[in-house]
């Protein structure tokens, strides 16, 4: 077998990883344009194609492996990450990508996806959040918001949502990033960072659905609206925002709280630093709070840390008993225990 | 003074106590110095689902029983010639199995008021006369055990936790086996005073039987005469295990079991875990449904999957083996069966799952089903299971039972090269590659695996389009697919063996019986038959589908009886598949058959006068 970047792949394209299938999204649907990122992102990693594995659930997002020239496995509601365990699990050499949606992962599903994250299974889970049930034609998910009028509650839903992001750090997840359909340099940076990095890779996508949930995510993907309600994510640099960059984010009695550079003497010294390697999950837990309208959405990579993977956990074990027991002979195997001769003669 | 011999053919032991009482213990280690002295035997451990109920309580009785003999035999034996009784609830629990005049020990220490009380004993059965049919040695077990167990520091519960020891010790003496065995596992097992302790009161128990005046004999089982070859006990369990690690030798390719704790199925997900060094993955994964998807995703990258689990867990893996079904990729779904509906009587016995395993999922959803009939059976039929899995690249149900898995025997190696060849491939060529292209001959699909330049494809949940897999919204399509999918699972019958009559091949009645019941209806069909009846039994190993004689030797007898742990649900099979009229014996009590409930089943139908619609209706072929 050969390790994910063991061997050194024919020089591949974009064009490589497109199926002879016809996409079948609406149109005007967000999946398109991360579609195109996944498939521009792929070539780069110095991977052969027959390496990867796309797995996916049920719903629009799941469509994605048809779509995408790897071997790929549309499998049943939520059940993905199980699946796509097993296949780490049983070929460390893969590289596994599991492509999901917020009902999928989070409803029906939730359960899969905090197991996997706890573990560090090496795979690549990118969340496609419209915050809508879309195949199922429109019905509210858990990530939609509390009141919101769908086919399913014609008086508003009484159902609080959840923060994706707040969940997969709650799991222990080694890296954990938001990103936006329709920014697809944002997308494309955090698609390659999930693509390098060893372990549960959770990628939280907000997605617009131009069917059923149109404009959900309008103040971060308006052009007029965007440079004040996000923060774009840097490793190393202070939380800034907002058109003239002249805002931020510091901390005050424990509550994150914005701020104007220049007024009352704040300086970029006052604000939160960000820093993706913290080991302990508690700063980036605090980044996720930070919701609309009330605060700027942060954008980026939230968590990236090291640890070693369940794949990896799994192959040591099983050299450790190789190497302490000797390779298994079947022979001892069914002679093992108790064991007792009967003589020919006493036939 | 030297005691007296009697020899005996087979013996009956129930070791019967508190669940705390270690008579689980006590049981595994009589039955292993038992196998090693060359008996043939056979063990039905009964234990509560509580791990610790109430001490004294009915509830919490926990029984061990052995048979063992000179003779070849298939059951743990219909009623014990012996029962040892810890305490009062352990004797209200069981006495009612004790043979007439049989041996009942009793540990007259744990009759006290509070422990009849638990027992709901109105008066002490020591004293009423109400035990005046059997042969009652009253034994103060817990302070003999206290007197014996000198010079340690341990508290007073801790030595009397040896007592079963003490009860073994004397069941040894009386019953002529050696301590050696015992000895050295306790040793193995404890440490320091704990040990020490234990091996003094094994000594103890077994020298009170040869000096104390109360027994005036003891009795010894010569050895079976076995076919020659290396033995070992083992329990349905083990050899399910076992057969599963030998599956993955013989086919060359590591396996991948995934698993959610339950019980009577857990001591699989154990065993196989201590197996690493043979390359064996296990996942205890997040829940019945994770563990089905594991072993599928294993399988989706060209490895041997299998899960495991019991009925409850079997309906939470439906729609994973429906996608496997779709896939149609291997894999292999262990059901240990148990008592049901629902949670049912999760520590005992019962065989009704067959229709869950069958039918138990949406749409037209065929896949095999094999069941091992014996606890050394399991064995082969795990290799068996692997084998028509990836031979027909297909999920294979693999149906024990709560009896097979923790009822054990001795049980004859096999060399490894009497064990089948498990041949796979995996294509390589992207020229001739489809997906659902399939063998002509077995109808399986190709096995492309991940890795293989050239050959990347996807498949999923969705309705294929025969040969290339794409998905396909098609009507006719769609039927087409449906008709191969259920015509690959029937030509696996092309690969099986015929089903062996047990007796004279054509006759008035056939006993037709399937799983752990094997050895029940083989004792009752062969005491029948010396008694000059014309009676014979098939046993299936093989359930979707069915051996391709299987029709035939049905049409050779005037009357079919099928004893069975349900109501009747491979009865059911055969009247929908054949339109023949067969008769049913069921039991559902969460306990195995007595030899006698089928003899006195087989009696029955004997007498039944009305032949002719017996043999009425019946078709010319089997359906596969």
């Not at chain 2, 027994?215 to 006990?233: C, D, E, I, Q, T």
């Not at chain 2, 704790?261 to 829940?287: C, W, Y």
């Not at chain 2, 023949?580 to 009696?603: D, H």
Request: hydrophobic letters at 40%; aromatic letters at 8%.
């Amino acid at each position: 077998m050969v390790g994910e970047t063991a061997r050194v792949a024919p020089a591949l394209t974009r064009q490589d990883f497109v199926s002879d299938q016809d996409v079948r999204w609406c149109p005007g649907c967000g999946d398109y344009a991360i579609l195109a990122q996944v498939q521009k992102v792929l070539p780069e990693l110095g991977i052969p194609r027959e390496n990867f594995v796309f797995v996916s659930g049920i719903g629009c997002a799941s469509r994605l492996p048809y779509y995408v020239n790897t071997y790929g496995f549309h499998t049943i509601h939520g059940r993905a990450p199980a699946i796509a365990t097993g296949i780490k699990s049983y070929r460390p050499d893969l590289q596994v990508w599991v492509i999901t949606g917020d009902g999928d992962a989070l409803s029906i599903g939730g359960n899969h996806l905090i197991h996997s994250l706890r573990r560090n299974v090496d795979m690549k889970i990118l969340l496609f959040n419209n915050r809508i049930y879309g195949l199922t034609t429109g019905q509210y998910s858990p990530t939609s918001e509390f009141g919101k009028k769908t086919k399913s509650t014609p008086f508003g839903s009484i159902d609080y949502p959840l923060n994706p992001i707040s969940l997969a750090l709650g799991a222990e997840a080694t890296f954990v990033a938001r990103t936006i359909d329709s920014d697809t340099q944002s997308l494309s940076s955090v698609l390659r960072s999930a693509a390098h990095h060893k372990g549960s890779a959770f990628v939280e996508i907000f997605q617009n659905c131009v069917i059923f949930n149109d404009d959900a995510f309008k103040e971060v993907t308006d052009r007029q609206l965007r440079s004040d309600n996000m923060i774009q994510l840097e490793h190393g640099k202070p939380l800034i925002f907002g058109k003239n960059r002249d805002k931020g984010i510091r901390v005050k009695d424990w509550k994150p709280e914005i701020v104007t550079l220049g007024q009352n003497g704040i300086t970029e010294a006052d604000l939160v630093v960000h820093d993706e390697h913290s080991a302990d999950p508690t700063y980036a837990f605090f980044l996720s709070r930070l919701e609309s309208p009330e605060f700027p959405v942060p954008l980026g990579v939230f968590r990236s840390v090291e640890k070693e993977t369940q794949d990896q956990l799994l192959e040591h074990q099983i050299k450790a008993a190789q190497e302490k027991m000797g390779i298994g002979k079947l022979e001892a195997l069914l002679g093992s225990g108790d064991t007792w001769f009967i003589k020919g003669d006493t036939k | 003074m030297k005691k007296q011999v009697e020899e005996k053919q087979d013996v009956v032991i129930r070791f019967a106590g508190d669940s705390g009482d270690g008579m689980q213990l006590t049981g595994m280690q009589f039955t292993t110095t038992t196998a090693t002295m060359g008996n043939d035997l056979s063990t039905f451990p009964d234990y509560p689902a509580e791990i610790r109920a109430p001490a004294g309580s009915l509830a919490g009785v926990s029984g061990f029983q052995i048979n063992f003999s000179t003779r070849d035999i298939r059951t743990p034996g219909d009623a014990p010639n012996v029962l040892v009784a810890m305490n009062p609830a352990a004797l209200k629990a069981n006495i009612k199995d004790l043979e007439e005049g049989g041996m009942l020990i009793v540990n007259i220490d744990a009759f006290t008021d509070g422990n009849l009380k638990k027992a709901s004993y109105a008066a002490n059965p020591l004293n009423d006369g109400s035990l005046n049919r059997y042969e009652v040695y009253h034994l103060p077990i817990t302070t003999l055990n206290t007197n014996s167990v000198q010079g340690t520091s341990l508290s007073k519960k801790e030595i009397d936790r040896c007592k079963n020891f003490y009860a073994l010790g004397l069941m040894f003496w009386l019953y002529e086996r050696p301590l050696e065995i015992t000895t050295q596992w306790i040793h193995k097992k404890f440490k320091g005073e704990i040990a020490a302790a234990n091996e003094m009161a094994l000594k103890a128990g077994y020298h009170y039987g040869e000096t104390a005046e109360l027994f005036k004999k003891h009795y010894r089982v010569p050895s079976a005469k076995l076919a020659p070859g290396k033995y070992r006990n083992i329990t349905g369990n083990e050899a399910t295990a076992i057969g599963f690690v030998a599956a993955s030798q013989l086919c060359g390719k590591p396996l991948l079991y995934a698993s959610y704790p339950i019980t009577p199925a857990s001591d699989i997900l154990h065993e196989l875990s201590r197996h690493k060094n043979f390359g064996v993955k296990t996942l205890q994964m997040e829940d019945e449904i994770a563990a089905a998807g594991a072993a599928l995703g294993a399988s989706f990258s060209g490895g041997l999957g299998l899960t495991g689990t019991s009925g409850p867990g079997l309906a939470l893996k439906a729609e994973t083996i429906g996608l496997a079904i779709m896939a149609e990729l291997p894999m292999v779904i262990i059901d240990v069966q148990r008592g049901g509906p629902s949670t049912g009587l999760p520590t005992k016995t019962e065989q009704a799952d067959l229709l869950q395993a069958m039918y138990g999922r949406n749409s037209e959803s065929p896949l095999a089903i094999v069941a091992p009939s014996t606890p050394s059976d399991c064995f082969a039929m795990a290799i068996e299971a692997c084998r028509i899995a990836l031979e027909y690249m297909t999920p294979v149900i693999y149906l024990s039972d709560g009896y097979l898995a923790n009822g054990s025997e001795p049980w004859l190696l096999p060399t490894i090269d009497s064990l089948p060849k498990i041949k796979i491939s995996h294509p390589t060529d992207a020229a001739t590659f489809k997906p659902y292209l399939r063998d002509e001959k077995t109808l399986a699909r190709p096995w492309a695996i991940p890795g293989t330049p050239g050959l990347e494809h996807r498949i999923g949940g969705l309705e294929k389009e025969n040969i290339t897999g794409n998905v396909s919204y098609d009507p006719k399509n769609h039927e087409l697919m449906i008709h191969l999918r259920a015509e690959k699972i029937a030509r696996i019958a092309q690969s099986i063996p015929d089903a062996k009559v047990f007796g004279k091949e054509e006759g008035e009645l056939l006993v037709l019986g399937w799983g752990g019941t094997y050895g029940a209806i083989t004792s009752a069909v062969e005491e029948m038959q010396k008694r000059g009846h014309s009676v014979s039994s098939l046993h299936l190993r093989y359930l979707n589908p069915f051996p391709r004689n299987l029709l035939k030797v049905l049409n050779s007898f005037e009357k079919i009886l099928i004893p069975e742990l349900n109501l009747g649900q491979l009865a059911f099979l055969l009247r929908g598949l054949y339109s023949i009229p067969v008769k049913s014996l069921t039991k559902v009590q969460g306990q195995p058959f007595k030899v006698k409930e089928i003899i006195n089943g087989i009696e029955e139908i004997l007498k039944t006068r009305k032949v002719e619609t017996w043999s009425e209706k019946r078709l010319a072929s089997p359906q596969h």
